[in-house]
């Protein structure tokens, strides 16, 4: 079955220039300028994308799929989350297998797996979390390794539950560096902000505002350069999740700029939301957009911040750091105690709308919007040659984007995620997800979702791509 898309502009890392792509089967086998003689006389279906971006399908490497966390569950599972994604553009996933203390790492991914296959909307990979290093976890990271998992997350938050010790967090990275995994980091000063909210609390603070004035940017500047001076004790590659301080970037900036492995995620929430108007909402509100690490105050300058290190590299991916909840029942947990409030965001749906604004509004080309959201991740998570690129061979996973449509974001507008609230209500994007098409099956087209649950295939990883 062969598929050709016609008149569009394909938009790449490296620069955007006129190009038709013929797909056979699953992969790509030619992109060629317009009305090349190769094309003539091709019988198959036609995607016209004349006035159109055409960009390889999102990866977002950071999602937590029906993820058991503070005391209940992220609400969107595999199928509905995977399905949001392909709404939205994104074509991979790489979500995390969690190990909380006491749980077997080869256990969970078992469960994980059995979780995901035959649910997905789009083809998936795996992260695992490690919550307890000792010897039977250090053996399993080498073993997931050749199991297509290589990249192991640890946390320096969650006392109790995640948080790793400083002793504990250079076995595993001596590990990583000996088994060529990645390090990726929850980089926040878990202790100390477990002391800021224990006091929080007992001064009656108990608003969402205070999850975020708890968890001040020097907790995670802190963690940030403990992670990385670790890391060069052991030479592991990091990978720091969710940055949302601009102080912690700049620690990341300086790492990088002395020619360490050491990368900065960030995510779209910190670039667009705040402390002060979204976490300060009135009432229970801000539970709403309650996440850690957390939203940071505008009046810093976080949010330009995090932007302009996008533009410098820096910022090496913009993931989702997808966790939904809904309000009923999970958000409301923490009425009259933030502590208790689930953390996460939903936005698997928006982030190439929202990092695509972005392009609109000056703050980065739209060869650096595909970077960041599609080839870059690909690269860092060992994907690159199938995922974040449109060349012959690789995966036919294909987003034509109209930059001259819009999109609403909002419930009863564009929201298909399992909550029932969106943190972007009232977002509006000068642009819109036209046709998605995964390992060359159309699954979005004009007409909604048309793809199949159960489409989306594992995908075993090879080592990070993107190591100096
Ligand atoms: N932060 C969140 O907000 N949710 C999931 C896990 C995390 O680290
Ligand atoms: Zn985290
Ligand atoms: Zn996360």
Not at 68 to 94: L, M, V, Y
Not at 192 to 213: C, F, K, M, N, S
Not at 333 to 359: A, C, T, W
Not at 426 to 436: C, R
Request: net charge negative; proline share 4%; glycine share 12%.
């Amino acid at each position: 079955m062969k598929t050709l898309i016609t008149g569009g502009t394909v938009v790449s890392a490296t620069g955007s220039a006129p190009a038709d792509v013929l797909v056979d089967g699953e992969t790509i086998a030619a992109v060629v300028a317009p009305g090349h003689p190769l094309l003539e006389g091709i019988d198959g279906t036609v995607i016209d994308a004349t006035g159109k971006y055409v960009i390889p399908g999102g990866v977002d490497g950071h999602t937590h799929m029906e993820m058991p966390f503070g005391g209940t569950e992220a609400s969107d599972t595999f199928e509905t989350g995977t399905r949001a994604a392909a709404w939205g553009g994104t074509t991979t996933i790489i979500d995390f297998v969690v190990q909380a203390h006491g749980q077997r790492v080869q256990d969970q991914l078992a469960r994980w797996h059995a979780k995901a296959a035959g649910n997905c909307a789009i083809d998936y990979g795996f992260h695992q979390i490690i919550g307890e290093v000792d010897d039977e976890s250090l053996r399993a990271m080498d073993e997931l390794i050749g199991e297509g998992v290589t990249s192991f997350k640890l946390f320096m938050a969650y006392p109790g539950v995640f948080l790793s010790s400083d002793g504990q967090i250079l076995r595993a990275m001596q590990a990583a560096a000996a088994n060529g995994g990645l390090i990726m980091m929850h980089a926040e000063n878990g202790s100390a902000i477990d002391v800021l909210v224990q006091q929080a609390l007992a001064r009656g603070e108990t608003t969402p505002y205070h999850h975020g004035l708890t968890r001040p940017w020097q907790a995670e500047q802190e963690a940030t350069h403990r992670a990385i001076m670790l890391a060069d004790i052991t030479g592991a590659p990091l990978y720091i999740v969710h940055v949302s301080a601009k102080q912690a970037l700049a620690r990341i900036a300086e790492a990088r700029d002395a020619g360490r492995n050491v990368f900065g995620e960030t995510c779209p929430q910190y670039l667009y939301l705040s402390l002060e108007e979204h976490l300060g909402a009135p009432g229970f509100e801000g539970a709403k957009w309650v996440c850690s690490t957390p939203l940071r105050a505008r009046a810093e300058g976080h949010q330009d911040e995090l932007w302009r290190y996008i533009r410098t590299g820096d910022v090496t991916t913009v993931s989702t750091d997808h966790c939904p909840f809904c309000m009923k029942d999970q958000k409301e947990m923490g009425i009259g105690d933030f502590s208790k409030i689930p953390n996460g965001i939903g936005s698997v749906e928006h982030r190439m709308d929202l990092l695509y604004q972005g392009v609109v509004d000056g703050r980065i080309t739209k060869e650096r919007w595909v970077d960041v959201c599609c080839t870059t991740p690909a690269r860092m998570f060992g994907l690159y040659g199938r995922k974040g690129v449109i060349a012959p061979g690789a995966d036919a996973d294909i987003v034509v984007y109209d930059p001259a449509g819009h999109t609403s974001i909002g419930v009863g507008r564009t929201h298909h995620m399992n909550m029932d609230y969106s943190a972007w209500e009232g977002f509006e994007i000068d642009g819109h997800v036209d046709v998605v098409v995964s390992r060359g099956t159309v699954i979005v087209d004009r007409s909604g979702y048309v793809g199949t649950r159960g489409h989306g295939r594992f995908l075993a990883r090879q080592l990070s791509q993107n190591l100096i």
